[in-house]
């Protein structure tokens, strides 16, 4: 199953455990913003039982880093499902302050039964919820 979907915006206010000693948003924070995005999404959309019996693993990050944020920032984090295929769910997201492009993300996510922790596909119905505008 392949198709671009509607994008999906999760907002961040920097604070001041973000900052590192060099004054600006750490990079392994950009990551943490990612993992949020992308489960928040999924707990929006999907039904809450669904969710409940799926966990979701990041396989791949990789970003490239743009300009910097700061202490205060507020920070838009946009994901886009690119691709669904098996077990795998393909992102592309963008952080950006205003219209500034902060970093930019491609990553591979595993869908995991919550119970056995093996690899699982989506119901239909389930990825249908992320392959059309709500």
């Avoid at 994008?7 to 990551?31: F, K, S, T």
């Avoid at 799926?54 to 499902?81: C, G, M, T």
């Avoid at 970093?103 to 595993?110: F, L, N, Q, R």
Wanted: with cysteine.
């Amino acid at each position: 199953m392949h198709s671009q979907i509607y994008e999906y915006e999760y907002d961040v206010n920097v604070v001041a455990d973000d900052i590192d000693e060099m004054g600006h948003v750490n990079n392994a924070v950009y990551l943490k913003w990612v993992q949020a995005a992308v489960l928040h999404q999924w707990r929006r959309l999907a039904p809450q039982e669904v969710a409940a019996a799926h966990l979701w693993v990041a396989l791949k990050h990789e970003i490239s880093y743009r300009r910097p944020a700061f202490l205060n920032d507020h920070v838009d984090v946009q994901v886009v499902l690119e691709k669904l295929s098996g077990a795998r769910a393909f992102y592309q997201t963008l952080i950006l302050h205003g219209d500034v492009v902060l970093a930019e993300v491609k990553s591979c996510w595993c869908c995991l039964d919550a119970i056995t922790r093996k690899p699982v596909r989506l119901a239909r119905d389930i990825a249908a919820r992320f392959l059309s505008q709500p």
